[in-house]
């Protein structure tokens, strides 16, 4: 038995002095193509081809500075021995167990003759390393998956021993090349490793492993690629885990031992604490330079996909839907503790905050109705932090956060029309009525303060997209839906206790187009009153939406008196608004001067 790996080690050290012999040959074959392509012409025609330099000549002077020919033949060397040693393998003329023996020894050979390369700046040291690297990584799970020779857990082991012993070879010698295959390879092998239905907590294991060594790969040599698509593979299995999990509780079936149902609340916190601190960090060390895209967003999708697949596995399980609320608030508020923790680090501009800011909006969108027990009574909650970052961003000069106040408005009040449009809803009116003139009262009061101040001149999106910032606009409309679903809250209110079910339908549709008039003729005394060429268009854009109601729906549903009343309110509008709008051309005093146009 000690005959055999000393002979094995013989003939590796005989194939790599075969490797060098056959480099040295090509290196002279390249040398001799360069000598050919640096002759001068013997011709008068040298100095007009000095002039336009041959493509061909360009390209063969390319490659051999590059050394193409060089790592293509060696590639080609090495790949013929592993091919060999897998058609002996494959004949039975070795067993299997010494054959995937044989190659792994073959490829930690290469990676180690890969590390002496390194030592003596060998431009074909990163060949022998990657092609290692990827072979180890090929036999672990071809052995593995198709042979079922090697168990799962040496397998994994060998995989991140695989990635640990590249990111030596990067750390010592500032190579990037190891780090990037042996990190990438270790993530897809991993994943690839009895997939559909690998033994999750192990490859739990291994994509923390390869995200903290891609999380200091990025940092060390900029590969933001490579964290993009660990990120995605990470994603899809813990997905995957997830989703098999809670379909297998939700059917009423004992979960199997590779699902691991004990193992998937603790190993997902895992992933979203080690997500959130390289964040962190990464924003921290960036500063004051550039904040690279992915540490901005990341953030974000963290928390968006944690707390969802956490939802639906606590629902699978049958947990307390209030108590994972309530972790979500906390974590949340702790996202925004974090934004302000960031903003005072870099009082001009606050760089980084807003991917704190926006994640804790987002998280807290999602926990509040579970903590709250009714998304009616989180949405005001909303609406005042969307004020709150308002506020903030002027004192952080970030024009950022002030675009993620506008969509925190916004979104508050969508989500709101989006509950009180279900007829189910309409008997909480207490609930209703108090978060919609929530919502309206705070959007209102948002959008006058963003009117008295204008945005940050250092904010790239209101200095080069939204210069005049014509998105507040949006947040006026957004407060102007909720003052209409309060109303429209009361009249269903007021018409239910006065009138029979039966008419109950028509009256509350004609009602609606009653409200949408009257309030485009209050806007329309407010544009006239103030000189607001603001307030005056949107009181024209619902004078249209009212049209639109009376004449589209109205007129062909309704009957009766509600709908005399209907298209009454709108005429009396249209009269209000020719009498106002005749007179708007009149001069007024300057200093009541107040448009925006």
Known sequence: MTDKPSSLESRVEQLAAQVEALTLKVDALSGKIALFSARPAMNGAASRDDDFPDPSEALLSWVGRSSL??????????????????????????N??????????????LMFMGWRRY???????????????????????????????????????????????????????????????????????????DYPNPFFPYLGIVLITANLLGYFTARA??????????????????????IKLGMTLLGGEEPPRILAPAWFLPLLTIFTTIYVTMAFMGIIRSLPGKISRFELVLPTINVAWAFVLVQYVVFAMGGSKIMLGAIGVIAGAGHLSVAMWLAGRDPKGARGTNAFLFAGSVLLALALPLATGSILLSLPILAAVAFWAAVMSAKWHSGSVRLTSYLLQIYATVALAVVLLGWETISSFPASAVSAGGIACLGLMQ??????????????????????????????LAA???????????????????LAPADLNNALHCSQSVIINLSAIVLMFFAQAYRNREVRNVAILVTVIG??????????????????????????????ESVILGRWQRPSPPAQDNDRS
Not at 447 to 475: H, M, N, Q, T
């Open 69 to 94: 020919l060089q790592r293509l033949s060696t590639i080609c060397f090495l790949l013929v021995v592993a091919v060999v040693l897998r058609t002996v393998t494959d004949n039975g003329m070795v």
């Open 96 to 109: 299997l167990q010494l054959g995937y023996i044989i190659g792994m020894s073959y490829a930690a050979a």
């Open 119 to 193: 030592r003596r700046a060998n431009p074909l040291a990163p060949i022998f390393t990657a092609c290692g690297t990827v072979l180890m990584f090929a036999i672990v799970v071809e052995t593995h998956a198709h042979f079922d020779a090697l168990p799962s857990v040496p397998a994994y082991i060998l995989l991140m021993l695989t990635g640990l012993g590249t990111a030596v070879i990067s750390y010592v010698y500032r190579a990037p090349a190891p780090v990037a295959v042996g990190n990438l390879g270790m993530c897809i092998a991993g994943a690839a490793i």
């Open 221 to 242: 040599h900029r590969y933001s690629w490579l964290r993009w698509i660990l990120l995605l593979v990470t994603l899809f299995m813990i997905n995957l885990w997830g």
């Open 447 to 476: 959008y006058r303060w963003c009117r008295s101040r204008k945005p940050p001149e250092e904010s790239a999106f209101f200095s080069r997209i939204d210069k005049g910032d014509f998105s507040a606009v949006a947040i006026f």
């Open 480 to 498: 102007l839906m909720s003052a209409f679903f309060l109303l429209r809250v009361i009249a269903h209110r007021l018409l239910e206790m006065t």
């Open 547 to 576: 049209a639109v109601n009376v004449f589209l729906y109205d007129l062909i549903k309704a009957h009766g008196m509600p709908l005399v009343i209907s298209v009454l309110s709108f005429g009396l509008a249209t009269a209000v």
